[in-house]
């Protein structure tokens, strides 16, 4: 598709179950961000992927995040016994190539909520 | 690591005026691009205007343009004729260039107001 499409738009979970979230990016770019955005606006970057293959991890919690890029199937965020400290705009970026200054092109974001 | 200073959480701005919005950063790369992203209500984020760190020329987009000063590593971004549009959340944003991740680091966000 032309535009990066992210799912649900707004997820609510309470404190200790699972959440899954999807991002599709555009079709023909090889690149996927996802970063989390907290109340106070701070974008934190969390992880990036060439393909399927994970090209940069440092950002994520390494305990009870997970992510992936499988062929054929939207790019997915999982979030393990989530904590009220999750709750956030996860957004899932796309770029064409890597580097150059290429622009990153973003979802909507998916709003979630954890009670 | 490389950080993004927006020092301006807020303004405001009168319709058909301008105004500028201030970005510094810190990095001790020689090879980086800029960005600024609108973030309207509706939470999506707009690409609004791209520099390169090794072209001289500010950037313009429309009734956008910066005004990019790399030995103050500084990156403003003007507004011309301001429209109630514009009215938004506006982040900064940076992306080393070579080899690395290529992530975006953003600064906090100046929340704009245009006001009628």
């Known amino acids: 598709g032309e535009e990066v499409a992210q799912t649900p738009k707004h997820l609510v979970r309470g404190e200790g179950q699972k959440a899954k979230l999807y991002c599709a990016p555009i079709k023909g770019h090889s690149y996927v961000f996802w970063y989390q955005q907290v109340l106070k606006n701070e974008f934190k970057f969390l992880i990036s992927?060439?393909?399927?293959?994970?090209?940069?991890e440092t950002g994520m919690p390494k305990e009870r995040f997970s992510a992936k890029c499988l062929p054929n199937s939207p790019c997915s965020l999982e979030i393990q016994a989530t904590k009220l400290e999750d709750s956030a705009v996860y957004f899932c970026a796309s770029s064409q190539f890597r580097g150059r200054g290429q622009p990153q092109h973003f979802g909507d974001g998916t709003r979630l909520s954890i009670l | 690591a490389q950080t993004v200073t927006q020092s301006q959480p807020e303004m405001s701005v009168q319709e058909a005026e301008t105004v500028t919005l201030s970005c510094t950063y810190d990095t001790s790369e020689n090879n980086y691009y800029l960005f600024w992203y609108k973030q309207p209500p509706s939470r999506q984020m707009i690409l609004v205007i791209r520099q390169e760190a090794y072209k001289q020329q500010n950037a313009t987009e429309n009734r956008f343009s910066v005004n990019f000063q790399k030995a103050a590593k500084s990156f403003s971004l003007k507004i011309s004729d301001s429209q109630l549009g514009d009215t938004a959340m506006y982040f900064c944003a940076f992306m080393i260039s070579g080899a690395g991740s290529y992530q975006l680091t953003f600064g906090k966000g100046t929340k704009l107001s245009v006001i009628p």
């Open positions: 992927f060439q393909n399927e293959n994970v090209f940069d």
